[in-house]
């Protein structure tokens, strides 16, 4: 009991020695004595090390020392065998514990315990009522573990400890979830149970689910202070009924015209319902006396089961409302001792009216009878005298409750939460409220209510932290009532509305059983009210979050209480904990139980105390003490520590200085009393508040006290090197700063904020202004609350710097600072507080005492406006404060220490940010006076709150150049923009857009300046060269600032001298033709938008991407809402100069989608337009060139509906020229077309080869002279008409040519493809733009070293731009690919080796991978051509021809490329000759084998070999298609030759195909063995040829599948040299038989094809040699097996 517990064993011994304190004497020294005469001089105990933490018992004391050991001294009545006694300055070492590291110890009255570091709980002393959590024992010698064990959780397991305390039955534990656990005897368990002593620890079930911060026991009675719960928790609806007994907790009774509610509900139980979100008092409002005007209510039930909300009745504004403060529970608080001797006469005279004690909970009808009679009685003299105090009817037993609440008085409402209040409820509630008060108002009650006026903290709504009221005495206290009594609202109504701001508020709707309703109240409920600030900030700064202690707190205590010492206002216990409510505004930090009375503590370094009074303990004398009531200490004294024991409590205080000082209040313990403890009269005394100890300073700095019995400890540091002064000074300046913060918050920004008048005199923008002031002003409150309790604990826990917190997180502080002068100042601009000064003076009153004292001035006579500014700027000196105390702690260390240098620098940070704030400051009243000085329509306009005056004009420093003599010109510099003002007009030019540079003055004599904005650019002539120095400086610097984010904290003059020409900025063009009222958001350089940007047209068009010299260049994003469809076209792609150019992709909004080529906004070049999707009404696909927006040149045209592609000419969107056209259902035509019509010379043939070769006039019509061949050869000729397929007019002569004739025959088949366009007329512009890419402006005329260039920064502009794109994210082997093309291989001019050509070949691999190459591109764009010609409808056999030629077309094409990019190369079939050196040739032939040729002296250059391996395999598939096409027929025949010969067994097809004897083979091997082959033997002989032949599928180029050939041959031949074991030479006559078998065997399904591929796309070099060779007999072997006949 009687002790706090302080945390964390501190690492001292690195701190002392950074910091210079060696002797372990200086830390942690430890005094002691009893009482507080002036002779009591402390004893020290002496120990080896620092004491960290003290505990009292009764006659017992507990330490803790660095280290973790635990020392005992006093009375040891459970120590069996050693000595019970040990004297205070002899303690003994606890033996049992060493081994552990204790963390924290406690002291009950006769038991202890002991924290330990892992969070283990020892306990040890008197054990009979189950203290100790020890089963079996009645004592425990010596330190024992308890096991403190969840045993909701299966196996149970282990809660860690962080805190214990011990009353003088029970023992409480704080777990590190902060949850309560119990165990010991008696109802302060606060357990459900009935059964005692609880062994084992068992959690306080009422605390779960609430964060539980500190527990304090009593001797029978426990506290705990716990944070509060956020507000959306504490939203939910309350019950109406009583959760443990069931009856209503609200209750009201209609009778005639009144309604009489009542909350008042005590449960047995104890037991809390309505314990959260209750309307709270602000901190430090002194509840004062409520007046008993109920008698419906309960008498002796205000227990405070629920503490009725408060909510004022909207409407009340009558006199005597006026005067009335809210107080709950009952409480009464006083201001001096004057007030209390009249309230605390006589227990008579503190019963207003009351029941008497019956046990009912509800007073008799006769009572309530006699009340309403009262209430309507016209003879008002005597209810005065019957109402009077002396002459009250009941007589409530003393220690019932005094003073009953009222919840009848005006405005005072009992609220649950209800969805919506009804007006009328609340007018009718007022209608009510107005009868009782004009009954009061008659009652002449004044003098007793200011009697009682709420005076702690002076004002209702002042802290509690001033106490003594205001300086000046009763006249002006009384002058301030007065001022406060006419027409003001009272301040608890700002209190309750504040709460309402916080979303708390809670509204018991009645039901409509009023009447009476008058209508002036009616008039007043529709008065419209102005919504308040919460000026508690709800959950504290986000940011800091754990970093620093709550301060929104409650006190919840249980327990005995027949003392008064649970304060809830009775003597009754409590089973179950209970909120104080009164405490819970208070910020309370620290909470401490004494044998009887109970202590909080709060931030503003208060002290609230109640219960047992019997010595003075409680400092006060005020009654009753069942309530919390401040201890009466002299202004300025701010407590920041306390202990409490048997009947005295010790606190620890600021005094003048910030060496702490000690005071005492309670039993009073004399030399000769210590004997006899039982001589109560002599040896004890009463203290009336408490009292200085006069040895305090000579203890150096304490940082701690306890108590307990009758003993007093206090620990104490010396101050050796300063460092422990320093702390704290710094501490202790910050609990200074707080209490001002608070008293300003609560005397002057409250009471304002409350004024009536504020929105009138403020108008709205300056109150929103305000109030954003307000919220600012409290969050820098609230920190600095937080900031000062942690410094507190800290002073307490741990001394050193690690645990500053302003060290690692400055920013917290620096940000609110700068955002609280950013407020101050933007009111200030706005003239908001000359504003405010006339309402103001109605409230302070002419003599503004308060608000000089506050604002700390001592001119006389100073403007009320002028004070409000000073008091509203004051925090910012405390920056100056922080620096000095920071630095002054640096001094404590080495220079070269990591602290010294942490410190160094946070002081820096907060000098420089009160440097920068002065600087604000001033800009701010500069340009108040600036806007004073001229008032005016334009200026009003230029008004904002965030603006500041830099510099302006008026004295005709600046002019415009060129302007008319009369015209006048005024220029205005603010923070933001800079102003150009004429007669009637101005112009605003945003400071990011601006750009200033001085005119050079060599020739002129003109200062000129010049200005460039995004639209205008214009001179500025200055008077002097100063002042164009002072200009061009100011301007670059305020330019500077709007650029890096209104300045921060850095200073303006270091900063360089002008702002970066390109810079980021949003901007709204207002004149510029293209982009009026659109706005740009991105780079600027020099007022044109340059770099990333955005615009947005107000018309919804959108452009995002680069830009130069203000116009769209390089690639952008376009977006373009349609006029007609809901939807949006879309480009993507590359600008030039504003304008489409480049490639791009443009969705329309009809769902087209064209891909390709732009110039000047238009299609131009190679692009593909797709129509509609496969399911809509007309899809189709044009691929091809486009010329200002028309398909004109080369295209492929697929309409898809009608199964047609066209391919050929076109010109303005029409077919024009030759071309060809091809149909799903076989049809083919070439010929001429017309304005998108066939019409001229043609061929068509249809899928059965019937031929027309004639006119056309129209699609598919006959029109003129042809030739109808038929399939059989039969012809007409002569004058068709007609559409074909549906009857054809001839007019002419038909031909039955002779079986015979077989020359008329062949000269009858027509040659197709004469009339198609030719191949190297096909798809120019694509060839064109890989040209101009190369920057060529036609084919093969360019420079090559430019080329070059020009593919490098093709390759790093792409790759950049892939980069910047993530969804267009490129493969690891992209990359690499990327990589390995930046080097030019065209590095040795000279003629090309065999090692040089590889390297190209190698180089043209892997540009023609990468679609960021130029001929990557170029290979793509050509592929993508190739497929959208041959696949689909184009998969027609008639077009074979032409896809070859078009491939041959595209080699020869390629090859002019890369001969451009490698002059050296030879031409089409040149020459490479071999290098003479053997091995070099070895390896070369190893190489072109690899290249899969067959090696030559010298290597021939071809087309094909270079290029074909790159382009066939993408090329493939569409082509072999065509082949297997056109092949059809023969390749039935051959395959069913080679299915039908497959059937018979290996020897009988050897023997059928003429193979001699001696090359059968005798055994072949079968998975690794040699089987003998049998006649049965099927697909066993040369089986390693058949699968070698089998990859010719598998192979793309031409010189590949000749390979395979060739690689056949080979494992034939050694299959049969094997055999055959001797040298051997085949000829053709045995070698064909031998192959034909191969072939049969390896089953190649389009063989046919195959073999046409080769034959069109081989290589002419290699027609003649080897290859050539095998490859005729592959042909050959062919046709033979067509031919085959079965015998």
Same mark, same amino acid.
């Given at each position: ?49 620092? #004491? ?5 018992g009764?006659?017992?004391? #507990? ?15 459970w ?36 924290v ?35 045993p ?5 397991? $282990?809660?860690? #400890?962080?805190?214990?305390? /011990? ?5 409480l ?8 656990w119990?165990?010991?005897?008696g ?7 009935t ?21 304090? /026991? ?49 449960? &047995? ?45 909207i ?11 809210v ?5 009464? @608080? ?93 007018? /009718? ?40 009221g ?51 109240? @009616?008039?007043r ?13 709800v ?16 006190v ?14 009775d ?29 909080? @503590? ?39 520590? #306390?202990g ?21 209040s ?54 050796? $090197? ?35 008048s ?9 109150t ?10 409290s ?218 540079? &001085? ?91 340059n ?26 994003? !376009? ?66 060139q ?9 295209g ?12 050929g ?9 030759t ?43 006959l ?11 039969? !012809? ?28 008329g025959?062949?000269g ?20 064109e733009?890989?040209w101009?890419?190369?920057?060529c ?17 093709a ?21 690499? $690919? ?23 070949r ?17 290979m ?113 025949v ?9 059937k018979?067994?290996d ?19 079968? @998975? ?42 080979e ?77």
């Amino acid at each position: 009991m009687h002790q706090h517990c302080h945390g964390q064993i501190s690492v001292m011994e690195s701190q002392r020695k950074s910091s210079g304190e060696d002797s372990s004497g200086e830390r942690g020294s430890l005094h002691t004595w009893k009482g507080y005469s002036c002779s009591v001089t402390p004893e020290r105990v002496l120990l080896s090390r620092p #004491v960290l933490q003290a505990a009292l018992g009764t006659r017992h004391g #507990v330490l803790l020392v660095e280290g973790g050991q635990v020392y005992s001294f006093g009375e040891f009545r459970w120590k069996q065998s050693q000595v019970s006694e040990v004297g205070p300055l002899k303690p003994v070492l606890e033996s049992a514990l060493s081994g552990q590291c204790v963390v924290a110890v406690a002291a009950g009255s006769f038991h202890s315990g002991a924290v330990t570091e892992d969070g283990g709980v020892h306990m040890w002393g008197e054990n009979s009522f189950g203290q100790c959590g020890l089963s079996s024992l009645t004592v425990v010698p010596n330190p024992t573990p308890v096991a403190v064990l969840d045993p909701d959780t299966s196996p149970p397991h $282990t809660i860690r #400890v962080l805190e214990l305390t /011990c009353g003088e039955q029970h023992s409480l534990a704080l777990s590190a979830q902060h949850e309560v656990w119990a165990w010991g005897s008696g109802c302060q368990l606060g357990l459900v149970t009935t059964i005692f002593p609880v062994w084992k620890p068992q959690k306080v079930e009422h605390l779960a689910g609430r964060h539980v911060l500190q527990v304090a /026991c009593g001797a029978f009675h426990s506290l705990a202070l716990v944070r509060c719960l956020p507000p959306q928790e504490a939203r939910r609806p309350l019950p109406d009924k009583c959760g443990q007994c069931n009856q209503l907790l609200y209750t009201m009774t209609d009778k005639e015209d009144h309604v009489i509610i009542s909350d008042s509900h005590y449960c &047995p139980l104890g037991v809390e319902l309505l314990a959260d979100g209750e309307a709270r008092l602000e901190p430090g409002r002194s509840p004062p006396l409520r007046l008993q005007s109920s008698p419906s209510e309960p008498l002796s039930s205000h227990t405070s089961a629920s503490a009725p909300g408060l909510h004022p009745s909207i409407t009340d504004h009558t006199d005597y409302e006026r005067r009335r403060t809210v107080a709950q529970n009952g409480e009464i @608080l006083t201001t001096r001792d004057s007030d209390m001797r009249d309230a605390a006469g006589t227990d008579s005279d503190r019963t207003v009216g009351g029941a008497g004690s019956q046990n009912s909970p509800y007073p008799d009808d006769q009572a309530v009878k006699e009340y309403l009679n009262k209430l309507s009685d016209t003879s008002l003299a005597e209810e005065t005298a019957k109402m009077t105090i002396a002459g009250a009817s009941f007589q409530p037993p003393a220690d019932s409750l005094d003073l009953l609440t009222s919840d009848l008085l005006p405005g005072v409402m009992p609220v649950t939460t209800s969805s919506a209040l009804n007006s009328l409820v609340s007018s /009718c509630a007022s209608a009510v409220a107005e009868r009782v008060v004009s009954t009061c108002e008659a009652l002449s009650l004044k003098k007793r209510i200011n009697c009682h006026y709420p005076g702690v903290g002076g004002v209702a709504g002042a802290p509690g932290g001033v106490p003594g009221g205001f300086p000046g005495g009763p006249a002006e206290e009384r002058v301030r009532l007065e001022e406060s009594m006419q027409g003001k609202k009272s301040c608890s109504t700002g209190d309750i509305r504040e709460e309402e701001a916080e979303g708390l508020s809670r509204r018991l709707s009645l039901p409509g059983l009023l009447s009476q309703v008058s209508p002036r109240l @009616l008039r007043r409920a529709s008065r419209p009210r102005v919504r308040v600030v919460p000026l508690t900030p709800v959950g504290g700064l986000p940011e800091a979050g754990e970093l620093l202690p709550s301060l929104q707190t409650e006190v919840w205590s249980w327990g005995r209480g027949e003392e008064g010492q649970l304060g809830h206002g009775d003597n009754l216990p409590r089973l179950q904990p209970l909120c104080i409510k009164c405490l819970s505004s208070k910020e309370v930090v620290l909470v401490a139980a004494g044998a009887h009375h109970s202590l909080a @503590l709060t931030a503003q370094s208060q002290v609230f105390s109640w219960g047992s009074n019997s010595s003075g303990q409680l400092g006060h004398m005020a009654c009753p003490t069942t309530i919390p009531r401040l201890a009466k200490l002299s202004e300025g004294i701010r407590v920041w520590d #306390v202990g409490a024991g048997a009947q005295h409590t010790l606190l620890l205080a600021d005094g003048d200085c910030y060496q702490p000082i000690l005071y005492y209040s309670g039993q009073q313990v004399r030399e000769a009393a210590q004997d006899a403890p039982q001589d109560q009269t002599e040896g004890y005394s009463y203290t009336q508040q408490p009292v200085l100890l006069p040895f305090c300073m000579n203890l150096g700095y304490v940082s701690g006290v306890f108590a307990g019995g009758q003993s007093c400890v206090a620990l104490a540091d010396r101050n050796v $090197t300063g460092f422990i002064a320093s702390l704290h000074e710094l501490a202790a300046a910050e609990r200074k700063f707080y209490c001002k913060l608070s008293s300003v918050k609560n005397h002057i920004l409250r009471p304002l904020l409350d004024l009536e008048s504020l929105g009138t005199a403020l108008g709205p923008a300056s109150t929103v202004l305000l109030q954003s002031l307000a919220r600012c002003y409290s969050r820098l409150c609230h920190l600095t609350g937080q900031h000062s309790a942690l410094l507190t604990a800290n002073l307490r826990r741990r001394r050193e710097v690690k645990s500053l917190v302003m060290l690692e997180h400055a920013s917290i502080f620096l940000d609110t600072y700068n955002e609280y002068c950013c407020s101050v100042g933007n009111f200030l601009v706005m003239g908001g507080f000359q504003a405010l000064a006339k309402p103001s003076l109605d409230f302070f009153g002419k003599c503004p005492e308060l608000l000089q004292r506050l604002a700390e001035s001592s001119e006389e006579n100073i403007p009320l406006s002028d004070l409000l500014v000073a008091l509203f700027y004051l925090p910012m000196r405390h920056l100056h404060e922080y620096g000095r105390l920071l630095l002054k702690l640096g001094t404590c260390f080495e220079v070269s220490s990591v602290d010294y240098q942490k410190l160094q620098d946070c002081c820096s940070k907060f000098e420089a940010l009160a440097l920068h704030l002065k600087r604000r400051r001033k800009e701010a009243e500069y340009t108040y006076h600036f806007w004073k000085s001229f008032p005016g329509k334009m200026t009003d306009s230029l008004r904002k709150p965030p603006r500041r005056l830099i510099c302006e004009s008026s004295n005709k420093a600046l002019t415009l150049q060129n302007s008319g003599r009369f015209s006048v010109n005024w220029f205005i510099l603010f923070n933001d923009a800079l102003v150009h003002a004429q007669f009637s007009t101005h112009h605003v030019f945003p400071l990011a857009t601006l750009w200033v540079e &001085p005119i050079p003055e060599e020739n002129t004599d003109l200062y000129g300046l010049k200005v460039i904005s995004p639209e205008e650019t214009f001179t500025l002539l200055a008077c002097s060269s100063m002042e164009k120095a002072k200009w061009l400086r100011s301007i670059n610097q305020a330019v500077d600032q709007a650029m890096s984010g209104a300045g921060q904290s850095g200073s303006g003059a270091g900063q360089r001298a002008e702002p970066p020409i390109s810079r980021t900025a949003s901007y709204t063009f207002y004149k510029d033709s293209r982009l009026k009222e659109a706005t740009y958001e991105g780079r600027w350089l020099a007022g044109k938008p340059n770099g990333r940007g955005m615009v947005k047209w107000l018309d919804g068009r959108i452009y995002t991407g680069t830009f130069k010299n203000g116009l769209e260049d390089g690639f952008g994003d !376009y977006v373009m809402p349609s006029k007609t469809l809901n939807l949006n076209d879309h480009y993507q792609g590359h600008w030039k100069e504003g304008k489409m150019h480049g490639i791009g992709t443009y969705k329309y909004a009809t769902g087209e989608l064209y891909e390709g080529s732009f110039q000047d906004n238009m299609r131009h070049g190679h692009g593909m337009l797709r129509s509609g999707t496969l399911n809509s009404s007309s899809p189709s696909v044009f691929i091809g060139q486009w010329v200002h927006d028309k398909k004109t040149g080369y295209g492929v045209f697929d309409d898809i509906t009608r199964g047609e592609k066209y391919m050929g000419m076109w010109q303005d969107d029409q077919r024009q020229g030759t071309g060809v056209i091809v149909t799903q259902f076989g049809l083919y035509y070439e010929g001429a077309f017309n304005n998108n019509k066939m019409q001229g010379t043609g061929v068509l043939l249809s899928e059965d080869n019937t031929t027309y070769e004639g006119e056309f006039s129209e699609d598919w019509t006959l029109n003129g002279k042809g030739v109808l061949t038929m399939a059989n050869g039969d !012809y007409f000729e002569g004058t068709f008409t007609g559409e074909w397929g549906s009857g054809l007019k001839v007019s002419g002569s038909f031909f039955k040519p002779n079986l015979y004739d077989s020359d008329g025959d062949k000269g009858r088949a027509v040659k197709l493809g004469r009339l198609a366009v030719r191949p190297e007329e096909k798809w120019r512009a694509v060839f064109e733009e890989c040209w101009m890419r190369l920057g060529c402006e036609a084919p093969g005329q360019g420079e090559n070293q430019r080329a070059w260039e020009n593919i490098a920064v093709a390759l790093t502009t792409s790759s950049r731009q892939h980069r910047d794109c993530p969804e267009m994210n490129l493969s690891q082997s992209h990359n690499r $690919t990327l990589e390995s093309l930046e080097f030019n291989p065209q590095q040795h001019v000279g003629p090309v080796t065999m090692e040089k050509y590889d390297r190209i070949r190698h180089y043209l691999i892997k540009a023609c991978d990468t679609p960021l190459h130029p001929l990557g591109r170029l290979m793509e764009t050509l592929v993508a051509v190739y497929r959208m010609t041959y696949v689909g409808v184009g998969a027609n056999r008639r077009l074979l021809l032409q896809a070859v030629n078009e491939i041959m077309s595209y080699l020869a094409r390629i090859f002019q490329l890369v001969r451009f990019l490698f002059p050296d190369l030879p031409e089409e079939g040149g020459v490479i000759p071999e290098p003479s050196s053997d091995p070099q040739d070895k390896k070369d032939s190893n190489c072109a084998d690899t290249q899969l040729e067959s090696p030559k002296p010298g290597r021939v250059v071809s087309s094909s070999s270079l290029l074909l391996p790159v382009l066939l395999p993408r090329l493939y598939p569409p082509l072999f298609t065509l082949y297997a096409l056109e092949k059809e027929r023969e390749d039935d025949v051959y395959w069913e030759c080679v299915l039908r010969l497959n059937k018979q067994p290996d020897m009988a097809l050897l023997a059928f195909l003429g193979v001699q004897h001696k090359f059968w083979p005798v055994s072949v091997p079968v @998975l690794g063995e040699r089987t003998e082959v049998v006649s049965s033997t099927k697909d066993a002989c040369f089986a390693s040829a058949t699968e070698t032949l089998q990859q010719i599928s598998t192979t793309f180029t031409p010189s590949d599948k000749l390979q395979v050939i060739q690689l056949t041959f080979e494992e034939i031949t050694k299959e049969v040299v094997s055999s055959l074991e001797d040298s051997f030479l085949w000829s053709m006559d045995d070698l064909f038989p031998v192959f034909l078998y191969v072939v049969l065997r390896a089953r190649i399904r389009n063989l046919g094809s195959e073999v046409s591929l080769i034959e069109d796309l081989m290589d002419p070099c290699v027609q003649h040699g080897e290859h050539g060779i095998m490859f005729t007999t592959l042909k050959a072997c062919y046709y033979q097996i067509q031919h085959e006949k079965t015998t």
